[in-house]
């Protein structure tokens, strides 16, 4: 999307239809797409839960069904340390995603790039599909599947690349298979 210039995208967080909050296969997902979703443009969750509550009042919207708890103390004890701790990461980078989204205001600079929008003379950044920068600063490796809890990890050549709050560093024109374990998505700051 922001390649096609609409820098200011989105998801609901969830889906916006279905899911409960009580499945465990629905709080892996959720945890997975919160953890995204600090690293997108605008991090939103939106939805309607299920099971449907029952209907309250008779007129206005009021008079419709409501759906299931959707905070993210909904989701029990565990997913809401996990979505804490990425609210918290959310705010930490509210300037970052301030001055990301006044370049792309004023100089047209996707948000969300491509690895080829920063590395265009390393082939492998045209390549890879399942990754992708949030700004130019830090490398997204989002986990796409359930149960998984490691991923390969492609660092472009140019930079080293540092595990976001943690300590190794990875060379630049390297792919590495990186834990993922429920409460991290494989995030890296450029060096």
């Not at 690293?39 to 209907?55: I, N, S, T, W, Y």
């Not at 045209?126 to 986990?143: H, S």
Request: proline share 8%.
């Amino acid at each position: 999307m922001g390649i096609a210039g609409i820098p200011w995208w989105t998801t609901d967080i969830g889906g916006f239809h279905g899911g409960d909050p009580t499945s465990p296969a629905f709080r892996e997902l959720f945890v997975r797409w919160f953890q995204w979703g600090a690293f997108c443009p605008v991090m939103r969750l939106h939805g309607d839960r299920e099971p449907k509550q029952a209907q309250v009042g008779t007129t206005g919207g009021a008079a419709c069904l409501s759906g299931a708890p959707n905070e993210v103390w909904s989701y029990g004890e565990e997913v809401y340390g996990i979505c804490k701790k990425y609210l918290l990461i959310r705010e930490e980078l509210r300037p970052y995603t301030r001055s990301l989204m006044l370049a792309a205001h004023e100089e047209g600079t996707p948000v969300m790039r491509p690895l080829f929008y920063e590395f265009p003379a390393d082939q492998r950044c045209w390549e890879v599909e399942d990754e992708y920068l949030f700004g130019d600063k830090y490398l997204v490796a989002p986990i796409l599947a359930p149960g998984l809890r490691k991923r390969s990890v492609y660092f472009p050549v140019g930079a080293k690349w540092k595990v976001f709050k943690g300590e190794e560093v990875y060379e630049g024109g390297v792919t590495v298979e990186v834990i993922a374990p429920l409460d991290t998505i494989p995030v890296f700051i450029k060096q």
